[in-house]
């Protein structure tokens, strides 16, 4: 049996592996500044009410029920890696509408709508792509190993990305730094554009099928399979009431409570 290059190379000797962990790591630590700073702008800076608050976690969210299965069925027609490269591209930019539209003193509720509609939708887009992009850069055989090298670097964001984020809050402000996790995303496009290996052409018969006709066979598929559908009955109600604790939370800790330095109140939420 042949073995290819990919397969009988270690992780730790795989150069283009490694370009996508570490943008990656950078890329999820910065998220976390973005995850905690655009509801502290949102109730703090701009003072948003609670309706507000709630359209603003929802609209974040939006985007896969939206163009979920779209997403998947558009990246399976394009190579994965300008994909993960124009989302994080594209993040970068949308994000730093925050901070500059607080410097020119034209920071509104809406912009954060959009920042949040636009930034939830490309990583959507990034997510699929990396997900389907890595078997191809690893092989199957060491699929498992890269998996939790990139879900360690989650863990590790979970426990820097907090702390980070509520001391840069406090210190220069929200709106400013969300500009944190726009560079991340910077680093991130910049790393996984250094990545040589060569990605093959989406087969042509997949190119030629109909986006619709696969999106309804993705649909059928989801639902006709028990342990699929139990798996997207738990990860939509989770996401659900999450969404719901995280559009309050901010103003109960403000409001209710009179704290003044939510950032690093919530800089101790490892894990939450």
Same mark, same amino acid.
């Given at each position: ?8 190379? *270690? ?8 370009? =996508? ?6 890329? /999820?630590?910065?998220? +976390? ?12 800076? /701009? ?6 608050? !709630?359209?603003? *976690? ?25 994909? /993960?490269?124009? @989302?994080?591209?594209?993040?970068? /930019? ?5 901070? =500059? @539209? ?6 509104? &509720?809406? #912009?954060?709508y959009l920042v949040g509609f636009l930034a939830g939708t490309m990583g959507l887009f990034f997510n699929i792509a990396y997900r389907s992009y890595l078997p191809g850069l690893v092989?199957?055989?060491?699929? #498992?190993?890269?998996?939790?090298? =990139?879900?360690?670097?989650? *863990? ?6 907090? !702390? ?26 910049? *790393? ?24 309804? +066979? ?10 699929l559908r139990a798996l997207a009955s738990c990860i939509t109600s989770l996401s659900f009431f999450n969404a719901i604790f995280e559009s309050v939370q901010i103003l109960f800790l403000?409001? +209710?409570?009179? =704290? ?9 939420? &490892?894990?939450?």
């Open positions: 049996m042949t073995i290819s290059p990919i397969e009988s190379t *270690s992780l730790s000797q795989n150069p283009d592996f490694n370009k =996508l962990w570490v943008g990656q790591t950078i890329s /999820l630590i910065g998220s +976390q500044v973005t995850l905690l700073a655009i509801p502290i702008t949102a109730a703090v800076t /701009l003072g948003a009410s609670s309706p507000q608050m !709630g359209f603003l *976690s929802a609209i974040g969210s939006a985007p896969a029920l939206i163009f979920g299965l779209f997403a998947g069925v558009w990246v399976d027609h394009h190579k994965r890696r300008m994909v /993960l490269i124009g @989302s994080d591209l594209g993040r970068a /930019l949308v994000l730093s509408i925050i901070p =500059l @539209s607080a410097i020119f003193g034209t920071l509104k &509720v809406e #912009v954060l092989g199957r055989d060491k699929l #498992v190993k890269a998996n939790s090298r =990139l879900e360690l670097s989650n *863990s590790v964001a979970e426990i820097i990305g907090p !702390g980070l984020a509520g001391g840069l809050v406090q210190i220069i402000g929200a709106p400013i730094a969300i500009a944190v996790d726009a560079f991340s995303f910077l680093i991130s496009a910049t *790393s996984i554009g250094m990545i040589r290996a060569p990605e093959p052409d989406p087969s042509p018969a997949r190119i030629n099928t109909h986006l619709w006709t696969e999106m309804i +066979q993705g649909w059928h598929h989801v639902f006709s399979e028990g342990r403000t409001r +209710q409570l009179g =704290l003044s330095a939510v950032g690093w109140v919530l800089s101790s939420r &490892v894990g939450v």
